[in-house]
């Protein structure tokens, strides 16, 4: 199962939850981090430091944060884009600004919200990068509480993708992946980064 986690900026939140980083280091667990622009503005150095290590990889979570739609379509009371041109700069100015960052190009992107429609779908694809939804929803947007984090985590199955938040350190996601990990392991769960998968 791959492990996910979003660090929106802005309004969601720039910061950082070192007790998520420290359990996944502990328990030697891989994830991916979907990095929003305006949080990688904000913690340059931290994402160089996430990008060199080896347990983890970096992907897109845009530029700005929005919906990824071609009608303006909104999800959680957020404006999607607009048009294919937003789809594009949503895409494109995260991707510059991550490639300048780690010195490479991310491979997978997650709209803000993790909402598409089909049109913008195939504009994330003809760019290059393989738009990323999620199966199981670990923390609400960093608002469950701790038990609730670890119990969904433990819901899991083979081949889920688990989304979660890394951007918010004064909630409660790190504490209940903290508690859960030890018990997903040792019920033989592994762990994989999205770029480690079988293709399907």
Request: net charge positive.
């Amino acid at each position: 199962m791959a492990l996910t986690f979003d660090c929106c900026g802005g309004p969601g939140g720039s910061g950082f939850d070192r007790s998520l980083l420290t359990a996944l280091e502990a328990n030697k667990v891989s994830a991916t981090f979907f990095l929003n622009a305006r949080w990688v503005r904000s913690n340059r150095s931290l994402t160089r430091e996430l990008a060199a290590n080896p347990l983890f990889e970096i992907a897109n979570h845009g530029t700005t944060h929005r919906p990824l739609s071609v009608t303006g379509r909104a999800a959680y009371g957020i404006t999607g884009t607009a048009d294919a041109r937003q789809v594009y700069d949503e895409i494109m100015g995260a991707q510059a600004e991550l490639s300048a960052v780690t010195g490479r190009p991310p491979r997978f992107f997650r709209s803000g919200t993790a909402h598409y429609d089909d049109v913008a779908v195939e504009i994330c694809r003809a760019l290059g990068l393989v738009p990323v939804n999620f199966i199981v929803n670990g923390d609400a947007g960093a608002t469950y509480p701790s038990a609730v984090v670890r119990d969904g985590l433990l819901s899991a199955r083979q081949g889920s993708i688990i989304i979660a938040h890394a951007n918010r350190p004064e909630a409660c996601t790190g504490a209940g992946v903290a508690a859960a990990l030890p018990l997903m392991k040792q019920r033989g769960a592994r762990f994989i980064r999205l770029s480690d998968a079988p293709p399907p």
